[in-house]
């Protein structure tokens, strides 16, 4: 499970910090990245169960 994990924040961390890093719409982007956390941690969970 953790090597899921540290794959699902590895790729959202990638992700995000570009998003994170304009400051063009910052509430945009927090809601863009609060729901990436969720379908990471989600995402995570599930590959942590099947393996």
């Known amino acids: 499970m953790g090597r899921a994990v540290?794959?699902?924040l590895?790729?959202?961390w990638a992700?995000?910090?570009p998003l994170l890093a304009i400051p063009e719409s910052?509430?945009?982007q927090l809601v863009w990245v609060f729901t990436a956390?969720?379908?990471a941690i989600v995402f995570a969970a599930g590959t942590g169960?099947?393996?």
């Open 10 to 12: 590895g790729l959202l």
């Open 26 to 28: 910052g509430s945009a």
């Open 49 to 51: 169960r099947d393996g």
């Open 15 to 17: 992700v995000s910090y």
């Open 37 to 39: 956390w969720l379908v």
């Open 6 to 8: 540290a794959l699902a």
